[in-house]
């Protein structure tokens, strides 16, 4: 069912007559509420509440892996002579985040991998040399971060959608692939807020992930917003073992697998180096199990390959589920990223 809505958002499948009315009617309702929410914010009945530092929010108008995680990791590092927290809501985090929980603070890594604490935050944690903090409560976790860490720059985590804080600087992220997909709002479509709403956004980021039209893209994101100037160019830079982190020379083929919003786009990229014999996806977020691994082996052995690659994203929630395995090599592939103005 999962594959189905993401193949309806993206033109790719047209919904069935009953599924189609229902999907309409859910955004009839979503669309409502959103537009409300987005009218009391804009006539001052809701406020945005100030906290005492810069905030940078980093956000996305559809569902699914656009490349905030990596656009937030680049914005951190080009804090010079800055003291930036980043806050996430850490999504799908098993841990209570009712109030901020730390992740990692200027020195020190909390967690052993992202199981507990959320899949992105604790790929951002490795990344950074920043406090890093989830916390449902934006507000709640940006005042945590100036109170415990002296912090003068709060970068939000998908904080678009979330007008609680006021903002001092706001990026949106757009996939030059995937675009708006079908331009419908959930469940109907990808899209979180309504394309009007883009008129929030400081700046527009376009993400190309080895797209050969993207020119077409720039000029076709520029009648949305005259702000879009930015490109985050995301390429493939290398594999490693997950295990060892040493880098894999001339790999030739193994079984891809990983649980983000755009598997396809992954899978694309891991091809630049493997033969893929076999490529499964699990649903955003996923938190995999014995069992997931204990599947993977049996395909594995199957087609008598003892190699796997998945993402970094990933990375943090397999250590201890695939220690079972030494005879098989689970392996990443790591991008490079790069922010760079439109030509």
């Not at 959608?161 to 109907?188: A, E, Q």
């Not at 891809?256 to 630049?272: D, H, N, V, Y």
């Not at 014995?290 to 008598?304: C, P």
Request: hydrophobic share 40%.
């Amino acid at each position: 069912m999962i594959n189905l809505i993401a193949d309806i958002h993206y033109n790719r499948k047209k919904a069935p007559v009953l599924l189609n009315i229902g999907l309409c009617t859910a955004e009839f309702f979503y669309k409502t509420i959103i537009k409300c929410k987005n009218f009391l914010y804009e006539k001052n009945i809701l406020k945005e509440k100030k906290v005492n530092a810069y905030v940078i929010c980093v956000g996305n108008l559809t569902t699914g892996g656009v490349g905030k995680t990596p656009f937030v990791e680049e914005i951190a590092k080009s804090l010079q002579g800055k003291k930036p927290a980043i806050i996430s809501r850490g999504y799908k985090a098993r841990i209570d985040t009712k109030n901020p929980v730390v992740v990692r603070d200027w020195d020190k890594i909390y967690f052993k991998d992202g199981t507990l604490c959320a899949d992105e935050p604790y790929q951002l944690a490795k990344k950074v040399s920043c406090p890093v903090i989830i916390c449902k409560d934006r507000v709640k976790g940006a005042n945590f971060a100036i109170e415990k860490f002296n912090v003068d720059t709060i970068i939000l985590d998908d904080g678009f959608s979330n007008r609680t804080i006021k903002k001092d600087k706001t990026y949106v992220l757009v996939d030059s692939l995937m675009r708006f997909g079908n331009n419908h709002l959930l469940p109907k479509g990808p899209l979180r807020e309504p394309v009007c709403e883009l008129k929030r956004a400081d700046e527009l980021v376009l993400i190309n992930k080895n797209d050969a039209n993207f020119p077409c893209a720039i000029d076709w994101l520029k009648q949305f917003n005259k702000t879009a100037d930015k490109v985050l160019l995301v390429e493939p830079k290398r594999i490693y073992n997950l295990k060892t982190k040493a880098e894999i020379v001339n790999p030739k083929k193994a079984i891809a697998f990983c649980a983000i919003g755009q598997p396809q786009q992954f899978f694309s990229f891991a091809k630049k180096f493997y033969n893929l014999i076999e490529t499964v996806s699990y649903k955003d977020h996923y938190s995999y199990t014995k069992k997931d691994i204990k599947n993977l082996i049996t395909l594995a052995k199957a087609h008598k390959v003892n190699s796997f690659v998945t993402t970094q994203k990933d990375e943090g929630k397999l250590y201890q589920l695939v220690d079972s395995y030494p005879d098989y090599s689970f392996n990443v592939l790591e991008l490079k990223t790069t922010i760079k103005r439109m030509n």
